[in-house]
């Protein structure tokens, strides 16, 4: 496709449950990026990933939390045990050239 | 580690007016910087960036930033609005490859344009 895209683009679960976002990244982008916007705030890194090196963990905000990405193709986001503070907006990002992200249109997650 | 300070989490203009909106970072080395605009229920789109060269730049849509590094500064301006400017605007600062080029983000500008 033309762009980056994310799947499902809504996900209601219940507290407790365990969810997985999906992110297809735009052909030929080797690093990409996972992003949360909580209501009225702005974006918060989660976890970036380059080709085969290790991925930067650093933004992911506790054990419940988890990525995964082959290569350069598909990376899913894994949240067990979901809490209501893990209601969002999520959001995949790739680059290419350097500096320049692409953004996917999110995934809103409510958690009930 | 580098940070964003958008002023204003609300800015409202007239069809017509000029539109500013203010961004400052601060960083420990220099930053690449960048606008994105999020329309209702969509992704970002990236608006422009600065990274090196010539600190007038121009993006999409009319609109312009100025990196003022004595100011630590990147104000983004439109000289006319246009009601279809109506959304939220987003600065971020990127400090480059070292970092894998993570994006810290402002809490964003809400910006309303009247008729």
């Known amino acids: 496709g033309a762009g980056v895209s994310q799947s499902p683009s809504n996900k209601v679960t219940e507290k407790g449950k365990d969810v997985e976002l999906r992110c297809d990244p735009i052909?030929?982008?080797?690093?990409l990026y996972w992003y949360r916007q909580r209501l009225g705030q702005g974006l918060e890194f989660l976890i970036y990933?380059?080709?085969?090196?290790?991925?930067?963990k650093s933004g992911l905000p506790s054990d419940r939390f988890s990525a995964e990405r082959t290569g350069e193709s598909v990376s899913t986001l894994t949240i067990q045990r979901t809490q209501q503070e893990d209601s969002a907006v999520y959001l995949c990002?790739?680059?290419?050239?350097?500096?320049?992200?692409?953004f996917g249109p999110g995934t809103r997650l409510t958690v009930t | 580690a580098q940070s964003v300070t958008q002023l204003g989490s609300h800015v409202s203009v007239s069809e017509g007016a000029l539109v500013l909106l203010r961004c400052n970072y601060s960083?420990?080395?220099?930053?690449?910087l960048f606008w994105y605009v999020q329309y209702p229920n969509q992704g970002l789109q990236l608006l422009l960036k600065?990274?090196?060269?010539?600190?007038l730049v121009k993006g999409i849509n009319g609109f312009e930033a100025e990196f003022k590094k004595s100011e630590t500064s990147f104000h983004l301006t439109k000289p006319s609005a246009h009601m279809s400017d109506a959304a939220e605007y987003f600065c971020?600062?990127?400090?480059?490859?070292?970092?894998?080029?993570?994006?810290?983000f402002g809490e964003g500008t809400q910006l309303t344009v009247n008729p």
């Open positions: 960083s420990s080395v220099p930053p690449y």
């Open positions: 990002a790739t680059g290419g050239a350097r500096y320049e992200q692409y």
């Open positions: 600065y990274t090196t060269g010539a600190t």
């Open positions: 052909s030929g982008h080797t690093a």
């Open positions: 971020a600062v990127s400090v480059g490859e070292t970092s894998g080029s993570r994006l810290t």
């Open positions: 990933f380059q080709g085969n090196s290790a991925p930067d």
